[in-house]
């Protein structure tokens, strides 16, 4: 007659667990450090999305100092309403600003409302 022990069932079933366990482990490591790296690339894309933003803003600001600066540098137009000894006092107020602002260094400015002045 066989005789049958009774330990090597539990046995078995508690090193198929451990081996179930410790696969399951494995498996939720690996998933963290997947999840880590695509949390990790999508946070590169996007500050280099921002840093990209911020870049195009600046170059748009310099450009509109650039505009401001070729306008307020070119000869005013002469107006036909202003008497020819008149101050134009909106160019004066637009160049006041426009050196407030920056966009006009001392010397600019100064020059630019010596034409205007006369």
Do not use: C, N, W
């Not at 600046?58 to 101050?87: F, K, L, N, Y």
């Amino acid at each position: 007659m066989l005789m049958r022990r009774r330990g090597a069932p539990l046995v078995a079933a508690a090193a198929t667990t451990a081996v179930v366990a410790g696969t399951a482990g494995a498996v939720r490591h690996h998933q963290q450090q997947k999840y880590a790296r695509q949390d990790a690339e999508q946070q590169a894309l996007y500050e280099q999305q921002q840093m990209e933003a911020q870049l195009a803003a600046q170059q748009a600001q310099i450009e509109a100092m650039q505009r401001a600066q070729a306008q307020a540098a070119a000869p005013a137009p002469v107006s036909a309403a202003a008497p020819a000894a008149g101050i134009d006092i909106a160019q004066l107020k637009q160049l006041a600003d426009l050196h407030a602002a920056g966009a006009l260094t001392d010397e600019e400015f100064a020059a630019a409302k010596a034409r205007l002045i006369g």
